[in-house]
T-cell receptor, first 115, second 111 residues
Framework: DGGITQSPKYLFRKEGQNVTLSCEQN?????MYWYRQDPGQGLRLIYY???????QKGDIAEGYSVSREKKESFPLTVTSAQKNPTAFYLC??????????????FGDGTRLSIL | GQQLNQSPQSMFIQEGEDVSMNCTSS?????WLWYKQDPGEGPVLLIA?????ELTSNGRLTAQFGITRKDSFLNISASIPSDVGIYFC???????????FGKGTKLTVNP
């Protein structure tokens, strides 16, 4: 089945530690996105990528980093510089709007907590 | 930047009742998307609207793209317990690939 796979489902971070969240898609989508969701809030964009080896900051990129070495993969690293990392992280992908009006599709999320 | 205002923030209804929620913006949108998120899961696309005035149904769900392009409505008829969740509206930000999301309407259905 085609879809977006996020792993792990739950992740715990110690103080001063970097952690990496995985996102893989087999939909052949060009664009991938990372969002952060806090209770009672909408989704806030962290980073997005429209093409391999290129990515742009979203609205809350500080304390996060990404890479896009392969079309199907877009890992997110939560660095020790992110002082309030506890949240639900969602990955999404889509075709580019210039080629298709297809909307973003989401993975099932990773819940990150501080130990 | 563009913002989407969703209302109401939360709703508590009895099973069988109809539900209506809306999303408004001060800016024009060319696409409106409605997603549903179950607890601990990612949002799932319910309905996509691409034309002003468009009315689209998906089972018991009906959504409309407002004529002014600044609002959209989602209606759920004859609600059932599995309708519980958070409903988000979203639209593309300017001409970019980015989406802007509303803060969601949390729906609780009492059996």
């Amino acid at each position: 089945d085609g879809g977006i796979t996020q792993s792990p489902k739950y992740l715990f971070r110690k103080e001063g530690q970097n952690v990496t969240l995985s996102c893989e898609q087999n939909l052949n989508h060009d664009a991938m996105y990372w969002y952060r969701q806090d209770p009672g809030q909408g989704l806030r964009l962290i980073y997005y990528s429209q093409i391999v080896n290129d990515f742009q900051k979203g609205d809350i990129a500080e304390g996060y980093s990404v890479s896009r070495e392969k079309k199907e993969s877009f890992p997110l690293t939560v660095t020790s510089a992110q002082k309030n990392p506890t949240a639900f992280y969602l990955c999404a992908s889509s075709r580019l709007r210039q080629t298709s009006n297809q909307p973003q599709h989401f993975g099932d999320g990773t819940r990150l907590s501080i130990l | 930047g563009q913002q989407l205002n969703q209302s109401p923030q939360s709703m508590f209804i009895q099973e069988g009742e109809d539900v209506s929620m809306n999303c408004t913006s001060s800016s024009i949108f060319n696409t409106w998307l409605w997603y549903k998120q179950d607890p601990g899961e990612g949002p799932v696309l319910l309905i996509a609207l691409y034309k002003a005035g468009e009315l689209t149904s998906n089972g018991r769900l009906t959504a409309q793209f407002g004529i002014t392009r600044k609002d959209s409505f989602l209606n759920i008829s004859a609600s059932i317990p599995s309708d519980v969740g958070i409903y988000f509206c979203a639209g593309p930000q300017g001409g970019s690939e980015k989406l802007v999301f509303g803060k969601g309407t949390k729906l609780t259905v009492n059996p």
